[in-house]
């Protein structure tokens, strides 16, 4: 395409920003995989596939006139704790949005001082789940709650968060503090595509 200067030009500001911010494929993204992540991703698979299978059971059983209760409670119990692990998943891949843009506009300083901040911010809001969780699971372990429809004890369903919310600090500070490669990809600004 051909530029006869009737095209506007952007500022150069946005011209920088712009080019800070790198968009990489996912098939480039090298993501470290010690055994808990691999345990957690084969996790994340048997989950969602339960979760498929248990929807077309709902499904086939309501076209039949007759709904399977147990398939909506086990959807619903399969969504919450594959949505805890996938975000741990995500942190530890450093593939969540970040305010890249501020941090690409700003002085140097900001750029240096912003990875500290996702770690410290990420730390602390993940203590405070991993706590009411923890919190909730001991309750719902005392009070002896089950499940309506699968007679499943409660505190189950509540452990894959309380594990979430743990490996979610695990993972931003081993991505900051111990990954060379993907502190410099939180640095950089990297986004995944």
């Not at 929807?55 to 709904?67: D, E, I, K, P, T």
């Not at 949005?97 to 990875?115: D, E, T, Y």
């Amino acid at each position: 395409m051909h530029d006869d200067g009737s095209t506007p030009t952007r500022g150069a500001e946005h011209q920088a920003a712009e080019h800070s911010i790198k968009v990489v494929p996912v098939g480039e993204v090298s993501e470290p995989h010690g055994l808990i992540w691999k345990a957690v991703d084969a996790l994340l698979f048997v989950g969602i596939c339960a979760m498929l299978l248990s929807l077309a059971a709902q499904m086939v059983s309501r076209q039949m006139g007759a709904s399977l209760p147990w398939t909506e409670e086990l959807t619903r119990f399969l969504f919450m704790d594959t949505t805890f692990l996938g975000m741990a998943a995500g942190f530890r891949a450093a593939v969540h949005p970040r305010v890249n843009f501020a941090v690409a506009w700003g002085p140097a300083w900001l750029k240096q001082v912003s990875v500290h901040l996702y770690a410290i911010c990420g730390t602390v809001f993940f203590s405070v789940l991993l706590y009411k969780t923890w919190e909730l699971m001991l309750q719902q372990y005392a009070a002896g709650e089950s499940s309506p429809a699968l007679g499943l004890k409660m505190f189950l369903v509540t452990l894959p968060l309380v594990i979430s919310a743990a490996l979610a600090i695990v993972a931003h500070i081993t991505t900051v503090y111990f990954s060379p490669y993907m502190r410099k990809r939180i640095l950089e600004g990297e986004m995944i595509a």
